[in-house]
């Protein structure tokens, strides 16, 4: 946010690059709530900063599925597609005149708080699923197996029927690692122990074995 005399400046006044489809996720962290939010797809515009926060008119858009990309890629697509239309923009500003926001489909992009980061397994393996992707590569979703922070950088959401509706949410469901979720589980794929490097599940499980039957904080 700039204040007044800063906007005021510029004869064109000021530009700015933002990483969602105004005025869905206005704010600080609009690429991992789009992603949490499970949006099908989102977007970078090019924006008339105003006093408010991300409220000023659009003046180029470029939209993009999410498909199963993560924080990290979307984040790496997004800045390229947005440097290219402020390219654009700056080429020839008469040629995208300002549009105003639409007044329906606001929602707030709110910072993340690395508290959001830990797995609440009584989610579904859905929304599980989506939480790894929205904190990879940073802060990381995590649980905690025998006093030990454990991250989950990469998953696979499997159905309902896998956790059996037998099993406790966070239960370890097989020697692979699947967790009980609810409903469905979570098969990880790639992981991170506390000062290391990433790694492959089979990889973790041969120097950390975590057995089935074991329930996960």
């Not at 204040?3 to 064109?12: F, I, Q, T």
């Not at 000023?56 to 890629?73: A, N, Q, S, W, Y």
């Amino acid at each position: 946010i700039l204040p007044r005399a800063v906007l005021d400046a510029p004869r064109l006044g000021c530009l700015n690059v933002h990483g969602s489809l105004l005025p869905r996720w206005r704010g600080a962290a609009p690429v991992q709530r789009a992603i949490l939010a499970g949006d099908r797809e989102t977007g970078v515009g090019i924006m008339q900063m105003e006093a408010g926060l991300d409220t000023g008119p659009v003046l180029l858009e470029g939209r993009t599925p999410i498909d199963g990309k993560t924080t990290g890629g979307l984040t790496v697509e997004l800045a390229a597609r947005g440097a290219n239309r402020m390219v654009q923009v700056l080429a020839d500003p008469g040629a995208f005149p300002p549009v105003p926001q639409s007044e329906t489909g606001l929602t707030y992009a709110s910072k993340i708080d690395k508290s959001e980061a830990r797995i609440d397994w009584n989610l579904s393996a859905v929304q599980v699923e989506r939480m790894v992707r929205a904190f990879a590569p940073a802060p990381g979703a995590w649980f905690e197996v025998a006093g030990e922070r454990v991250k989950l950088l990469s998953a696979t959401a499997l159905p309902p029927h896998i956790s059996a509706h037998a099993s406790a949410p966070g239960t370890v469901l097989d020697d692979s690692l699947t967790i009980a979720c609810n409903p469905g589980a979570i098969r990880p794929l790639l992981v991170q122990r506390a000062g290391r490097g990433a790694m492959a599940v089979t990889e973790l499980l041969r120097g950390f074995p975590i057995a089935a039957g074991e329930r996960l904080g």
